[in-house]
């Protein structure tokens, strides 16, 4: 059982034994002369994609333990190896601006395609404020993104079952509303980063992880949202902060199921989650072109029903709520 530790890297390094740690320069740089012992191979990931985890995985040596240290790129990354190795995990998140170190399968890219592979649990995930605190607070409050996420994923779940019949749990549905009250209550320390910010996000992406795990499905967090960062990942070849373009996610499904996209755009504002598709750097014609590609990603990966199953997206759509977006976020 994976045990969570809200605490300090200090060290670390001398009590696991052989170790790689996993990481990439930024990161590796805040905790090397923290950790501890000498990790037999400091590896540096630069992406996702399986041909090159595959390479990676030959150049890892044998080792006792894999410490994935930094984002979800490096925190996926070790879940790879050491699902591939069958060795010790541990992971030390230094930005929490994606749940991934609380899930157990890594989001391999296949020809730029996230597939989750693998299942695999760390022994210990080591919280600590320094390290976090560290970063940008926009990387941080960027977390909120798999949380809040829950919101339009049970608008597609019932959906779902309403039009197709699919499996629906209330009691897992009513927990996943009780995590958004709870994030909602804590939108002031989230928007600053503070210990008791953080310590929320991370509670609260463990119990989403929790009630996924407990339904075997992503239904209660993972919805029409996610669509627009995968697509958006897949057409520009790009990595990005995923916790912000899941926000932006939100923001274009929000008016598609509901129409409550200012209410949407207020709440993700107080929790200081940014969700500009300026924050992140692309243009106009990107966002559009992803938002009209987002059918062609679901068929190609028979991704879930949800509301783009139920609706036309035009390009005037996609003008009105860059418009929009630019004017409320």
């Known amino acids: 059982m994976t045990k969570v530790v809200f605490g300090a890297i200090d060290d670390l390094g001398s009590k696991i034994g052989r170790y790689a740690a996993v990481s990439q320069d930024i990161p590796w740089r805040l905790v090397k002369d923290r950790i501890g012992g000498e990790p037999s191979a400091p590896i540096m990931t630069e992406g996702l994609e399986h041909d090159y985890l595959e390479e990676l995985l030959r150049r890892t040596p044998q080792v006792d333990t894999i410490v994935g240290i930094g ?24 930005i929490i601006s994606v749940d991934a170190y609380v899930t157990p399968a890594a989001a391999v890219r296949y020809s730029g395609k996230v597939n989750y592979t693998g299942s695999v649990a760390p022994d210990q995930i080591i919280i600590d404020f320094k390290a976090i605190r560290a970063a940008p607070v926009r990387l941080n409050t960027a977390g909120a993104g798999d949380i809040y996420s829950c919101r339009t994923a049970l608008f597609d779940w ?32 989230i928007r600053r980063a503070s210990e008791a910010g953080i310590r929320t996000l991370v509670e609260l992406h463990l119990e989403t992880n929790r009630i ?10 993972e919805g029409s949202e996610h669509l627009f960062f995968y697509t958006l990942e897949e057409q520009l070849h790009r990595s990005f902060v995923h916790g912000e373009v899941v926000g932006t996610g939100i923001y274009i499904m929000t008016h598609f199921q509901s129409q409550e996209e200012e209410l949407v755009a207020k709440e993700m504002n107080e929790m200081g989650l940014l969700f500009s598709p300026k924050n992140y750097g692309i243009t106009r014609d990107e966002f559009a072109d992803t938002i009209l590609q987002i059918k062609r990603y679901v068929r190609e990966t028979n991704f879930m029903y949800t509301i783009m199953d139920e609706i036309e997206v035009t390009r005037q759509d996609c003008d009105e709520l860059w418009r929009k977006l630019d004017a409320v976020a």
Do not use: M
């Open 71 to 94: 984002g979800g790129v490096a925190i996926d990354t070790a879940k790879y190896l050491a699902w591939r190795r069958g060795c010790r995990l541990i992971f030390v998140p230094t």
């Open 158 to 189: 019932k959906l779902a079952r309403d039009k197709k019949g699919e499996s629906f749990d209330e009691e897992i549905a009513a927990e996943s509303e009780r995590i958004l009250e709870k994030l909602a209550s804590n939108a002031h320390e």
């Open 212 to 221: 996924q795990i407990k339904v075997n499905s992503p239904r209660p967090e």
